[in-house]
């Protein structure tokens, strides 16, 4: 199957050879091998060397269809240890694959490479891939297409063309630089200086009018938007002009169509929507903006733009300037009303198949923290002489080094971790009220929390008011699952289940967590292996907001993790 993506010529630090199979049979095989070479990339009337995949940013668009094989031979051609996580993949049987360092795999050091080889099954829809090391991710990232089986159509009208539109966040430094200051001095991270539209931050920012990412449109047709969140660690909301949006997909599964005119993403999300040309021949901004839930905390204030041209305008005027396009109006950056009010629109189409009996009935609290210093220090530059931090039932995840967690699982390897991750929090509170400065500090561990395969889990998420309200992005590697409800405050046990959607749930992959409230999941543990769950907002894992779950074998070897592949990094 041919890749088709578009060249940005940016500098190159990594580079991919990518090989496709469907069925048993090779389509095509795409060979591409590349070096670094000293090129920048110019935004914002800066320069700046980044990281990059085949010497593209973003990086090379994966479309495949539902039960093609991926071979993906990685070389790290760059000067920092790197893995890839193909975003929503199921992974069955195969954690090997997934990607996280450390988790399933020790990372890809400097010169050397790695195979990936997985299987799509049963999915299909708009999921993307990234770097998961540290912040590698800023710039290391595409979208993954999955288009239906042969001979199989969409649930919904097909549109008359599709665009993949990637949202990310741009620095006018070395974002691992960004990262390592940050975690020398125990502050929060400089933010962003703009966001972009596939690589672009378009014309609201100095120095980028000329290469503003443009969707041309014939009056009159539909357009399926491919939405992708690759931002670092912003929530995004994201409106066109005059013309509205019929939401058809979100993380690789569909839902009931409703209209909407504002859409809200977290990192880490997709969403497809369906856009009719039916306005006036123009030209029409494509905007994203920050939704900032957490009061009193930095955050990128600017506005990306994109162009929805149709191609029966004029794009100058007489004099020979370009025509402005319109601008969409966008909520505030607060606005959490009309955040909840969109995602409270999704229902899936996946009827009769939510887990009803529960045998894992699991409470997590989502929390930053604060860690006090004994004395004013450069490395406590956080509120008040402290280093920030965050944790899940207040334990701060902590990624091992000298063996990833599978590999430690399948050599046997001890004291790599535990399998003590607490099912509910070991202190109850008022986690949305005034918290005690006593509960701001976690523990630490590599603690992960084992399942049996097969079992039906439930996992209320509940955010807290320690350190500040947010809405996290929690993402749960190798599952898709259900989210049969949320709410705001302290989850009640003996009142809010009754209000779960336990009929039309939407599937996702990665689910916000209601600001100062609680949402609720449900799905099978069915796929064996190590499994990380995780805030994706990337400053946050790197605080230790994560856990593991560790799914044991079922019965046979169809049931079993795989073995591991060939040429494995070893730590």
């Known amino acids: 199957m041919e890749i088709h993506s578009k060249k940005y010529g940016l500098f190159l630090g990594l580079s991919l050879i990518f090989t496709f199979a469907a069925g048993f049979a090779i389509a095509e095989i795409h060979h591409h091998e590349f070096v670094i070479e000293p090129k920048a990339v110019s935004r914002l009337c800066r320069t700046q060397q980044i990281m990059t995949v085949n010497g593209q940013f973003p990086g090379p668009t994966l479309e495949v269809h539902n039960g093609d094989t991926l071979v993906i031979n990685v ?24 990607g996280p360092e450390y988790v399933t795999q020790c990372p890809i050091k400097p010169g050397g490479s790695y195979t990936y080889r997985f299987t799509i099954e049963n999915q299909e829809g708009t999921l993307w891939w990234h770097a998961h090391s540290k912040w590698l991710r800023a710039t290391v990232y595409g979208a993954l297409i999955i288009y239906p089986k042969l001979g199989y159509s969409y649930p919904f009208p097909k549109p008359t063309r599709e665009f993949p539109l990637i949202l990310g966040e741009w620095w006018n430094r070395d974002p691992m630089q960004v990262l390592r200051q940050s975690m020398i001095t125990g502050a929060a991270p400089n933010v962003s200086d703009a966001y972009t539209i596939n690589g672009q931050p378009g014309d609201l920012y100095g120095c980028s009018n000329k290469d503003t990412t443009i969707f041309p449109v014939e009056a009159g047709e539909t357009i399926l938007l491919r939405i992708i969140n690759a931002a670092l660690n912003q929530e995004l909301f994201f409106a066109i002009a005059n013309h509205q949006m019929t939401v058809v997909e979100a993380d690789a599964a569909y839902t009931k169509p409703f209209t909407t005119n504002v859409v809200m993403i977290g ?6 929507v369906l856009v009719t040309a039916n306005q006036p021949p123009g030209r029409y901004y494509i905007a994203a903006t920050a939704y900032a839930s957490a009061p009193g905390v930095a955050f990128d204030n600017t506005t990306t733009t994109a162009v929805l041209e149709y191609k029966s305008a004029a794009c100058k005027t007489k004099n020979g300037s370009p025509i402005k396009p319109i601008l969409p109006q966008l909520p505030f950056w607060n606005d959490t009303n009309t955040a909840n009010a969109f995602t409270a629109q999704f229902r899936g189409i996946s009827e009769g198949k939510v887990p ?3 045998h894992e009935n699991l409470f997590f609290t989502v929390s930053l923290g604060l860690i006090n210093c004994s004395r004013p220090s450069f490395r406590c530059q956080g509120p008040n002489n402290t280093r920030f931090t965050a944790s899940m039932n207040n334990v701060s995840f902590v990624l091992p080094r000298r063996n990833s967690i599978l ?40 603690k992960l929390y084992k399942l049996k395969f097969g079992s039906h889990v439930q996992i209320v998420l509940q955010n807290t008011n320690i350190s500040s309200i947010e809405d996290h992005p929690m993402h749960l590697h190798g599952y898709q699952f259900f989210v049969v409800g949320s709410g705001k405050g302290n989850f009640n046990p003996q009142r809010d289940p009754a209000n779960f959607n336990l009929v039309d749930p939407p599937v996702r992959n990665t689910v916000g967590t209601t600001p100062g409230g609680w949402v609720a999941i449900r799905f099978v543990a069915d796929n064996p292996g190590v499994w990380l769950m995780h805030c994706h907002l990337d400053v946050h894992i790197g605080w230790g907001l994560a856990m593991a779950f560790l799914v044991e074998n079922g019965f046979g070897e169809l049931n079993s993790i795989q073995v591991p592949p060939p040429g494995l990094p070893q730590c």
């Open 267 to 272: 990192p880490g999300q997709t969403t497809n």
């Open 75 to 98: 070389k790290n051609a760059g000067k920092y240890d790197i893995s890839l996580h193909w975003h929503g993949v199921r992974q069955l049987r195969n954690p090997w694959a997934d």
């Open 407 to 446: 590999q430690a699982l399948y050599q046997n390897t001890p004291g790599v971790f535990t399998t003590d991750f607490p099912p509910v929090p070991p202190v109850q509170f008022d986690y949305t009220g005034q918290v005690s400065r006593a509960m701001w500090t976690p523990s630490r561990g590599t």
């Open 356 to 358: 009803l009996e529960i």
